[in-house]
C-alpha cells in the first residue's frame, strides 16, 4: 500500500483513471410455494437458477469511462479486448491508470497495450 501511495502522490485527483469490474448476482427462482392453509411445501429447488450481471468500467473523478455491461465470465481475453478497443480510445491523454491485481490481468499485455496507445499513459496495479 505504501509503494502504491508513494506512486500516486504526485498525481492530480483528475489525473487518476480507476478501473475495476463488479457483478450483480439475482436469484430468478420462487423461495416460497404456495400451499392450502396449514400446510407446508417441501420441495428442492433444481440446478442453478440465477442471473448474474457484470459491470467493468474507468472512474476519473466524477467521470465514468467506457463502461460496459456484460453477463459472460470475465477472462485475460476479455477484459484486454474491453481495454484496447473500448477504454483506451476515451481515456484522456497523460492519465495515471490504477487497477486491480486480479490474476487473469496479464500485466505485461497490458503495459503493451498503454505503450501502443500513445497517449503517455501510466500504469500501476494496486
Excluded at 502522490?9 to 396449514?38: L, S
Aim: charged residues 35%.
Amino acid at each position: 500500500m505504501k509503494k502504491y501511495l508513494n506512486e500516486i502522490k504526485y498525481f492530480k485527483e483528475e489525473d487518476i483513471v480507476y478501473i475495476d469490474e463488479t457483478g450483480i448476482q439475482g436469484y430468478i427462482y420462487r423461495e416460497y410455494g404456495r400451499a392450502v392453509r396449514g400446510k407446508k411445501v417441501y420441495d428442492k429447488i433444481p440446478g442453478k437458477k440465477y442471473k448474474r450481471i457484470n459491470i467493468v468500467a474507468g472512474k476519473c473523478v466524477d467521470k465514468i469511462i467506457s463502461p460496459l455491461v456484460y453477463d459472460k465470465i470475465m477472462d485475460s481475453e476479455f477484459f484486454e479486448k474491453w481495454f484496447k478497443e473500448m477504454f483506451l480510445k476515451e481515456v484522456e491523454e497523460n492519465k495515471v491508470i490504477v487497477m486491480d491485481n486480479a490474476t487473469f490481468h496479464c500485466k505485461s499485455r497490458l503495459y503493451e497495450l498503454c505503450k501502443n496507445a500513445n497517449k503517455n499513459l501510466k500504469l500501476i496495479f494496486l
